[in-house]
């Protein structure tokens, strides 16, 4: 278990609630409220973690402002959030062992 | 905003401000709620996504809808959330002039926010005026547009031809 239940219900909290604003609120407010929910799942992962998945949710995760928009840069922002998934897969490619090439 | 709390009077001072923020008609339905204990902030933070900063205290601003609509009013009328917006001004303006810090979050779930707080049903909260004493490091505002002047959004006099083009008209 990697968060308690007093972090869980947070984050569920805030998924559901940010559903329910997302409905009335600018499009682009959908990719920060996302991202705010895993950043902040990020920081109740990050003391009970492993070294190299610590080093992930510190670092790339946290790459993107919490309030960044789409609309200032938008192709930044995409080529920002493209840098973070490009780092997760890394770290689940070496996790996972999925690392050893074609047969 | 940092953990400092504060003080009841620098509350009632910013409320007291709130009551003389211009309203139409000087009908003053809005209706304030202050938040200062801990446990209702850290659950009106839960459900209100926009709410980044973890506020010493909060002034939820509502409008009661049911007393509008026995003005006459419809419950639709823009006035009801201009007046929740002028409110919301000049309560930002006081803060600042206490030295505390204030930011204003409209990201909740208002049905959330109506059973956290047990509001009457007739009042509909709209918006959450944050308060605390700033932290010395700030993030960056919401989507770092190009800054704009005072001259990239006025208009002097009647619009010409020009003016509605560049309007995207």
């Known amino acids: 278990m990697v968060l308690t239940e007093d972090e869980a219900l947070e984050l569920l909290t805030y998924l559901v609630t940010a559903a329910r604003t997302q409905v009335d609120e600018a499009a682009e407010y959908g990719p920060l409220r996302l991202l705010t929910a895993a950043q902040r799942l990020a920081g109740y992962m990050a003391p009970r973690v492993s070294p190299e998945m610590r080093s992930l949710l510190e670092g790339p995760i946290q790459r993107v402002p919490q309030t960044a928009t789409r609309s200032a840069d938008p192709d930044g922002y995409a080529a920002t959030l493209d840098t973070m998934c490009r780092a997760l897969a890394e770290h689940l490619v070496t996790r996972y062992g999925v690392d050893g090439g074609a047969q | 905003m940092t953990s400092e709390p504060v003080s009841r009077d620098q509350l009632e001072r910013i409320l007291d401000a709130a009551a003389h923020a211009p309203n139409a008609g000087n009908r ?55 007046d929740v917006g002028t409110a919301a001004q000049t309560m930002l303006l006081a803060a600042h002039a206490l030295d505390l810090g204030s930011g204003p979050v409209t990201s909740f779930s208002k049905a959330a926010v109506s059973t956290v707080l047990n509001l009457p049903a007739r009042w509909s909260p709209e918006l959450v005026v944050c308060l605390g004493h700033a932290a010395t490091t700030q993030p960056s505002p919401v989507g770092p547009h190009r800054r704009l002047t005072w001259r990239d959004l006025s208009y002097w006099g009647r619009l010409d031809r020009n003016a509605n083009t560049a309007a995207g008209s």
């Open chain 2, 28 to 82: 003053r339905l809005q209706r304030l709620v202050v938040i200062d204990d801990a446990a209702t902030l850290r659950v009106l933070r839960m459900v209100s996504p926009g709410m980044l900063q973890r506020p010493a205290a909060a002034v939820v601003i509502c409008i009661d809808v049911g007393r509008a609509v026995e003005y006459g009013l419809p419950a639709t009328n823009s006035g009801l959330l201009i």
